[in-house]
């Protein structure tokens, strides 16, 4: 009896071994596997990822007491994940008055922000314009190639603000006795 044992337990042990080689065989010839990837399988997913186009929309809000003119020039491009895009908004100041604004960036849907890069922008300082003074500013962006595959569009919308410029007084006041600006 004690025989028996070991030789049936050698058998299901061997077949153990037996069995993960016999059921790649058998799924490669029926491709009843939907879990093994072949190299051109991967091949594919590399070159659907290099072509994949993400539509980038670009909308301007000016507030309501801001009297500038701001829009995209293009409102709307495909981009390539993990290329650089480059695009300009317009601006117009339309007073007779020098004017700063900020503007503001509201991105959608939420989730993607992570993976959008702001490399250039003009939102990332104050911008100003005399009056009448037209001006194009850029904007370089670079949208991650980790962004996940069911955003298909992305919404950068600027609001433009006005913002208060500096008197004499106010820059006097903000002055390092060394004589440079904190």
């Known amino acids: 009896m004690p025989g028996r044992s070991v030789v049936l337990f050698s058998l299901m042990f061997a077949l153990g071994f037996c069995l993960p080689p016999l059921y790649n065989t058998f799924s490669g010839m029926t491709d009843l596997n939907p879990r093994k990837t072949s190299q051109s399988e991967f091949h594919k997913i590399e070159l659907a990822q290099t072509q994949r186009h993400v539509q980038v929309q670009w909308v301007a809000v000016s507030n309501e007491n801001m009297p500038w003119r701001f829009k995209p020039v293009d409102p709307m491009v495909m981009v390539l994940p993990g290329q650089v895009t480059q695009t300009y ?85 903000t002055a390092h006795p060394s004589g440079f600006a904190l």
Not at 107 to 126: M, R, S, T
């Open 89 to 173: 908004y317009s601006a117009y100041n339309s007073t007779d008055r020098q004017m700063a604004a900020q503007a503001i960036l509201h991105v959608l849907p939420a989730e993607a922000a992570k993976y959008l890069h702001g490399i250039n922008c003009f939102c990332f300082q104050h911008q100003r314009l005399r009056g009448k003074e037209r001006r194009l500013m850029p904007l370089q962006i670079l949208v991650s190639d980790q962004l996940p595959w069911h955003i298909e569009t992305i919404t950068l919308s600027y609001t433009l603000f006005e913002i208060p410029q500096p008197t004499d007084n106010d820059l006097l006041a």
